[in-house]
């Protein structure tokens, strides 16, 4: 008993496989502003909650949180690079969203094509496994972490 595969059009592999990446690129952007947003309004809004005359809770404890959550963010946005994934992804998807058209409209080499299914089916993948490699350099590495955690710097 195997896994049966349910066979789909090129058409269909390439919108199926652009709409995967466009929700990863999605997802990292959206993280990227969230993070940055939280750097933002901790640093900005910190010292001025120091300096107000309130009590311990709101010169103190807040302040301290909201600059906990900046550092915080910041180590997830070197670590993960969101924003660089972002960028890897969106780009990919740009790219598949060009082969659909030269596929829809039958222009460069899908209007010579003896099959162009296959055409637009093979390049998709190769873009896809090409993507892969691309964004692997972006994942934190166990050593990297073990590094950070023990705070240790680049020699």
């Known amino acids: 008993m195997g896994i049966e595969k349910e066979i789909i059009s090129a058409l269909d592999y390439a919108e199926k496989t652009k709409k995967g990446i466009e929700e990863k690129a999605d997802e990292n952007k959206s993280l990227s502003t969230r993070l940055f947003l939280i750097i933002l309004i901790s640093t900005v809004i910190s010292p001025i909650l120091i300096l107000l005359p309130f009590g311990d809770v709101y010169s103190k404890y807040l302040p301290a949180l909201m600059t906990a959550s900046a550092a915080l963010a910041s180590y997830w946005l070197q670590l993960r690079k969101p924003q660089d994934r972002w960028v890897i992804y969106r780009g990919a998807q740009r790219e598949i969203e060009y082969q659909i058209d030269q596929y829809n409209f039958g222009n460069d080499e899908y209007g010579k094509a003896d099959d162009k299914e296959k055409l637009l089916a093979d390049r998709v993948s190769k873009r896809a496994l090409q993507l892969h490699y691309e964004w692997v ?18 020699k």
Do not use: N, S, V
């Open 137 to 154: 350099p972006f994942a934190p590495k166990a050593e990297e972490i073990e590094k950070l955690l023990k705070g240790e710097k680049d």
